[in-house]
């Protein structure tokens, strides 16, 4: 077999690693290289770009070490009974590349996950090395990112979180069935035992860093996870219960979801088509509600329909509110901010401009228009000093009305 050039391999491994979803760099430390010292820095503008929630765009080199595996998951393309381009990197090539890029102000960062090569804890050592080299010969001080392996020694993953920004651990499927039927090699309660010795080890060096000045920062980052939407035959209602447990238990970060692709030579067990992208944003949505809006898992779930999944033409927000037209309309003005953070159209910067403005002065319909997007959406569910929705919000076609109107594009329009 010829010997591969550092550009084929990363053809191949970045390319592979654009199934993983969870290399979003917000809540890291800013770190930077001020006063000459140190290399690399996570701010500043700098091929993967993922987005901080302050609207940074965080551009960072997303790889894999290799795309060998021992594993055979039947949703993974780099499964080893698949047949696809095999490429290693060694530790130092990893390093090399991650610098070079550096230096040429291409990105800000690494997001480095690997297949499964002779043995967890082989790979799990070569994914730490790299870390290793870029914090200690180089002083990096750039973000990154480590894909822990949950099967490796726990020692091995709190070294990782010594030396990288965030580190995380996929749960893969929302269900222990869809696990098992799907990923045969891997376990459940393993996954999520690695999951919880993290956890334990972030409120160690937290406790750690309040009495000692200097102890050492474990994953300031923190821990976040991916599951696969749409591979197995689990509701979003069963995801959505999926992804609170793991807040609740692990103190995660973030849950990220990622639509099922189909592959080549796929398992006869797999979906033939992927499902919608836009499912995938709907749950996104749901996750937004329970962390942002004082949703309970229960509450979200009560917006999806019968068959358990969330409706696609709606938001899970409008869904449940339609559902729950009692709670209905309310006054802006009197209404307390857990309330109005529940009218479909108000995000929580609305929110906070109207109870900041009407310590101020009654508001009117139009004062929540200029604090708003779209009044269309808000106005069956407020009334004001000069608005009531009379009975716009018990109209039988209020979800046709409030639903975003499907238009066909045209190539040549002007």
């Known amino acids: 077999m010829a010997s591969q050039t550092t550009l084929e391999k990363l053809e191949i491994l970045a390319d592979a690693a654009k199934y993983d979803a969870s ?11 001020l006063g000459g010292k140190g290399l690399g820095s996570t701010e500043g503008m700098g091929i993967c770009h993922a987005y901080a929630p302050d609207g940074r765009c965080i551009s960072l080199l997303k790889i894999l070490l290799t795309n060998h595996c021992i594993f055979d998951c039947h949703y993974c393309i780099n499964r080893k009974s698949s047949n696809v381009r095999r490429a290693r990197f060694t530790p130092q090539e990893v390093v090399d590349l991650t610098l070079g890029f550096y230096r040429r102000n291409y990105i800000e960062g690494l997001f480095l996950s690997s297949g499964i090569v002779k043995s967890s804890n082989r790979t799990m050592e070569q994914i ?14 750039g973000y990154i990112h480590l894909k822990t392996i949950p099967e490796a020694d726990a020692e091995l993953a709190h070294q990782a979180g010594l030396y990288a920004d965030r580190v995380s651990i996929n749960v893969e499927l929302p269900t222990d069935a869809g696990l098992m039927r799907l990923a045969p090699d891997k376990n459940a309660r393993q996954i999520e035992g690695a999951m919880g010795k993290v956890k334990a080890d972030l409120v160690e060096a937290k406790d750690a860093r309040k009495r000692f000045r200097h102890a050492p920062r474990f994953a300031p980052a923190g821990q976040s996870t991916q599951m696969i939407v749409g591979a197995d035959k689990a509701s979003d209602a069963e995801i959505v219960g999926k992804a609170s447990r793991l807040y609740d238990n692990f103190g995660l970060r973030r849950v990220y979801y990622s639509a099922f692709s189909p592959i080549p030579d796929a398992s006869a067990v797999l979906p033939l088509s992927r499902p919608p992208l836009i499912r995938e944003h709907r749950l ?5 509600l329970m962390r942002f809006y004082g949703y309970k898992p229960a509450e979200v779930m ?5 068959d358990g999944n969330l409706p696609l033409d709606i938001d899970p927000k409008l869904a449940w509110a339609l559902k729950f037209r009692e709670n209905f309309p309310l006054d802006v003005n009197r209404a307390s901010r857990e309330q109005l953070l529940r009218v479909p159209g108000l995000g929580v910067k609305a929110v906070d401009r109207i109870v900041a403005s009407r310590r101020h002065r009654t508001l009117r319909l139009d004062d929540v228009a200029k604090l708003t997007v779209s009044i269309a959406k808000v106005r069956p569910f407020i009334c004001t000093v000069d608005w009531r929705p009379v009975t716009l919000t018990d109209r039988a076609d209020l979800r046709a009305l409030l639903a975003p109107r499907r238009e066909q594009l045209e190539l040549f329009a002007a």
């Open 128 to 141: 730490v090395e790299v870390a290793r080299i870029l914090r200690v010969e180089h002083d990096f001080r």
């Open 284 to 288: 996104y949505q749901s996750d937004w």
């Open 23 to 33: 290399c979003a760099s917000s809540g890291t430390a800013k770190k930077d290289s």
């Open 302 to 306: 009560q917006a999806t329909d019968a």
